[in-house]
């Protein structure tokens, strides 16, 4: 990134962030629960390191072959092995897996779990969802671990959601995205 772009990318990020702790706050949807919400003041984020944020072709898989998630509820979630995403970091090579929910879906999801987590990242590990905002053509997409979050489950006991397969357990920290959540 030019530097210019760097610093739209960051206002950007930090407008994202703006906007979901503004949510989090008032919106009815919130998953923070409403008594909690009073003394709510915001998630707490890394800073924005644009080291994390990559452009990466997707090594789509020809078979895509079903795995099963097991969910916080003790149930399991279906889901396809849509592809896979290689990248490094530290000098170290990574490999994250990127999966659908049905084959129709333009959007990839991809949790992860990596040193930080139940340290000071969520300990079920965070979320990447990447859409069509996110894809450059030629079989290349944006993977901006700036944007990691926690699933809602980590804010209440009423959602149900996905663990992190252990195939995407990442040995390396990933000093990006949201942390861990502190009631107020």
């Not at 990020?13 to 923070?32: T, Y």
């Not at 709510?40 to 020809?62: A, I, N, Q, T, V």
Request: charged residues 30%; hydrophobic residues 30%; proline residues 8%.
């Amino acid at each position: 990134m030019t530097p210019i772009e760097e610093s739209q990318w960051k206002v950007s990020l930090e407008r994202q962030r703006q906007q979901k702790d503004v949510f989090f706050a008032h919106h009815p949807q919130s998953p923070i629960p409403p008594w909690e919400r009073v003394d709510f003041e915001g998630l707490d984020y890394y800073p924005p390191d644009p080291s994390y944020r990559f452009e990466l072709e997707l090594h789509e898989h020809e078979e895509k072959e079903g795995l099963r998630m097991e969910v916080t509820s003790g149930g399991e979630q279906e889901y396809l092995r849509w592809g896979e995403f290689r990248f490094q970091i530290g000098g170290e090579e990574q490999t994250l897996r990127a999966y659908k929910h049905d084959p129709r879906e333009e959007r990839l999801f991809v949790p992860f779990r990596d040193a930080t987590s139940g340290e000071e990242t969520y300990g079920a590990g965070r979320y990447l969802d990447l859409d069509r905002s996110d894809y450059l053509g030629g079989g290349k997409w944006v993977l901006d671990f700036n944007e990691a979050y926690n699933p809602f489950c980590a804010y209440s006991d009423a959602y149900i959601c996905p663990f992190t397969p252990p195939e995407n357990w990442l040995e390396v920290p990933i000093y990006a995205g949201e942390k861990n959540y502190h009631k107020g």
